[in-house]
Every structure is written in structure tokens, then in C-alpha cells.
């Protein structure tokens, strides 16, 4: 299983900008739960948001709720992570992951981990 997580680069505070994960063949976001986390210089990594594997719910943490949105295509088998209104504190690596059960916020419930890409929000 590999997922490649892309779309990360600069963007201007109040800006929007989209992430992608993409799975590799075989792997479908039909049958896992996604997750996005992030981890900001210095800090420990921690839950962004996750798509339930049914289709019948998302979860965010309390700083990007309301701004951040994961959505999901599942004909191209890839996974979305919707950036708007950003801040300061939003630069970080974000990740992606998958588990094929219903996780939450807990980073040892996903299974499988992308590489990375890095957001950096500036004036």
C-alpha cells in the first residue's frame, strides 16, 4: 500500500490551497477510514481531520474546523484535504493515512502513512 500525498507549497495567510492523497492500485478510500494529520516545526505530529470509510461522517480538530475540509473522489481513488482561510499556525507537513476500521484522532490507529508534503503559510 502507498499513498502519495501532494499539492503542499506556499501560500498567503487567508489563503486556500487543496492537498491530495493519492492511493496506489488496489488501495481504496471505499474501504478505508482517511486521515490527515500535520506535524509544525518542532512539534509533535497531530490529527487534522478524517472521512469515515462508509461515507457517513467527517471529524476535525477544534483549529480547523469551520476552514479546513476533507473530501474524497473515489473514481480517482484519491483523498482531499480543502485549506481555506489559512493561518500562521497552519505551516506544517501534512500526512495522510488510511485504516480500513473507524479511527479518530489517535495516530496508531492508521495503518498506513504518505510521505508528506509541506504548507507554509506567510504574509
Known amino acids: 500500500v502507498q499513498l502519495q500525498a501532494s499539492g503542499g507549497g506556499l501560500a498567503q495567510v487567508g489563503g486556500s490551497l487543496t492537498l491530495a492523497c493519492a492511493a496506489s492500485?488496489?488501495?481504496?478510500?471505499?474501504?478505508?477510514?482517511v486521515g490527515w494529520f500535520r506535524q509544525a516545526p518542532g512539534k509533535e505530529r497531530e490529527f487534522v481531520g478524517r472521512?469515515?470509510?462508509?461515507?457517513?461522517?467527517?471529524r476535525y480538530a477544534d483549529s480547523v474546523r469551520g476552514r479546513f475540509t476533507i473530501s474524497r473522489d473515489t473514481a480517482k481513488n484519491t483523498a482531499y484535504l480543502h485549506m481555506n482561510s489559512l493561518k500562521f499556525e497552519d505551516t506544517a507537513v501534512y500526512y495522510c493515512?488510511?485504516?480500513?476500521?473507524?479511527?479518530?484522532?489517535?495516530?496508531?490507529?492508521?495503518?498506513?502513512w504518505g510521505q508528506g508534503t509541506l504548507v507554509t503559510v506567510s504574509s
Open positions: 493515512a488510511i485504516s480500513p476500521r473507524y479511527p479518530n484522532e489517535e495516530i496508531a490507529d492508521y495503518d498506513y
Open positions: 492500485t488496489g488501495t481504496f478510500f471505499s474501504d478505508n477510514t
Open positions: 472521512f469515515r470509510r462508509d461515507g457517513r461522517g467527517t
